[in-house]
């Protein structure tokens, strides 16, 4: 190995690392949704935490990400929007994950 | 009207942000599908004039502005910004720079929001080198005017007028608040002003997700349905299907 491979090498990896935070922060940037007007994450601590707290009650008060409450009266219908857009994200990235890792190779 | 995009678009001697504003309503459209109202000089409604399905206001910019552009000092009007309740026919208005370009629907969802105020706090540098911000430029975060969502209500009135309150007095704010870069920038004049009549405490409701951007020494080397190429160092990249602030204004002639 010589110079001009590391260097090669090193210049792939950061192409690759680039483009995963790029497609990476597109995927929390879709996972944002709308509820009752105010604003969430479709990520695993808002599912985690709406899927306890139905367990427990029938509605429920979350606080969104800007830390203002807001009250979830219809605790299935808003874990049905989360994950269907959480997954669909994440499917989305998948994709193009499997796509750079050919190009890697 | 109920919803709709407002643009400013001001035309100098160096820079036909026209070209870029064509771009970008032309994406509105496609993407957002939302009526636009560019607020103008005369210099750019002249160039503005063929594009379908938009308002032109025609503006007088009062006062002129310098920027660094690649290394030279250029001119700018930038200090219209604060005219935008006034400007806006909508009751849910979408401010945009005319250099960010909208490759989804994504801003759509905050239409459907009880915020009456909302811009971005975080930005994504594109090309991986975090070259956007620089340290300790002011003693307050900065908040990015580039989008701004809004809807006409009292306080959100306020807000702009607080804006161009600053812009009247921002030699005195900016040593107030410390700002390094000296010329009249509406990114800081927003910050201030959120801050001032949020009782001197931070202003903390924001879109939610980072704004992506590139800086103007990367250049834009394609654009591509919905989505642009572009290239810093000799390092080409891409990205697709989210909205991103250019700030090369040479991207349109690509």
């Known amino acids: 190995m010589d110079l001009k491979s590391f260097k090669e090498f090193s210049d792939r990896a950061f192409d690759f690392q680039t483009a995963k935070k790029n497609e990476l922060e597109k995927t929390k940037s879709r996972q944002v949704v709308v509820y009752n007007g105010r604003i969430f994450s479709a990520d695993a601590q808002t599912i985690c935490l709406v899927s306890t707290l139905k367990q427990?009650?029938?509605?429920?008060?979350?606080?969104?990400?800007?830390?203002?409450?807001?009250?979830?009266?219809?605790?299935?219908?808003?874990?049905?929007?989360?994950?269907?857009?959480?997954?669909?994200t994440l499917n989305s990235y998948h994709s193009l994950f499997e796509r750079f890792k050919q190009k890697g190779k | 009207?109920?919803?709709?995009?407002?643009?400013?678009?001001?035309?100098?001697?160096?820079?036909?942000?026209?070209?870029?504003?064509?771009k970008c309503i032309s994406l509105v459209a496609r993407n957002l599908k939302l009526p636009v109202t560019v607020v103008c000089n005369t210099e750019a409604k002249q160039n503005l004039l063929g594009v379908k399905g938009i308002d032109i206001v025609?503006?007088?910019?009062?006062?002129?502005?310098?920027?660094?552009?690649?290394g030279e000092q250029i001119d700018w009007f930038n200090q219209e910004r604060f005219r935008a309740y006034e400007h806006s026919p909508y009751e849910q208005t979408l401010l945009m720079d005319c250099d960010f370009f909208c490759f989804s629907n994504e801003l759509l969802k905050?239409?459907?929001?009880?915020?009456?105020?909302?811009?971005h706090d975080k930005v994504h540098?594109?090309?991986?080198?975090?070259?956007?911000?620089?340290?300790?430029?002011?003693?307050?975060?900065?908040?990015?005017?580039?989008?701004?969502?809004?809807?006409?209500?009292?306080k959100v009135k306020m807000i702009f007028e607080m804006v161009n309150y600053v812009k009247n007095n921002y030699k005195h704010f900016s040593?107030?608040?410390?700002?390094?870069?000296?010329?009249?920038?509406?990114?800081?004049?927003?910050?201030?002003?959120?801050h001032q009549l949020n009782g001197m405490m931070p202003h903390k409701e924001f879109f939610a997700e980072k704004m992506f951007m590139i800086d103007q020494n990367t250049k834009v080397v394609k654009f591509l349905d919905n989505g642009i190429v572009f290239a810093r160092d000799g390092k080409i990249n891409s990205i697709e299907h989210i909205d991103i602030h250019v700030l090369d204004k040479e991207c349109c002639y690509v």
């Open chain 2, 175 to 194: 040593n107030l608040y410390r700002i390094k870069f000296r010329n009249f920038r509406n990114d800081y004049a927003f910050a201030i002003a959120l």
């Open chain 2, 58 to 70: 025609t503006c007088v910019p009062k006062q002129g502005n310098k920027r660094n552009y690649k």
């Open chain 1, 56 to 88: 427990l009650q029938k509605q429920f008060y979350m606080l969104d990400k800007n830390n203002n409450p807001v009250m979830i009266s219809d605790p299935d219908d808003f874990l049905r929007i989360l994950i269907e857009k959480n997954q669909e």
């Open chain 2, 1 to 22: 009207m109920d919803k709709g995009v407002l643009l400013y678009c001001f035309d100098t001697k160096d820079t036909r942000y026209s070209d870029v504003a064509k």
């Open chain 2, 110 to 119: 905050y239409f459907d929001s009880t915020y009456d105020f909302l811009c």
């Open chain 2, 125 to 154: 540098d594109a090309t991986g080198s975090n070259r956007i911000l620089g340290k300790n430029e002011c003693l307050l975060p900065i908040v990015w005017a580039t989008v701004i969502y809004f809807r006409k209500t009292t």
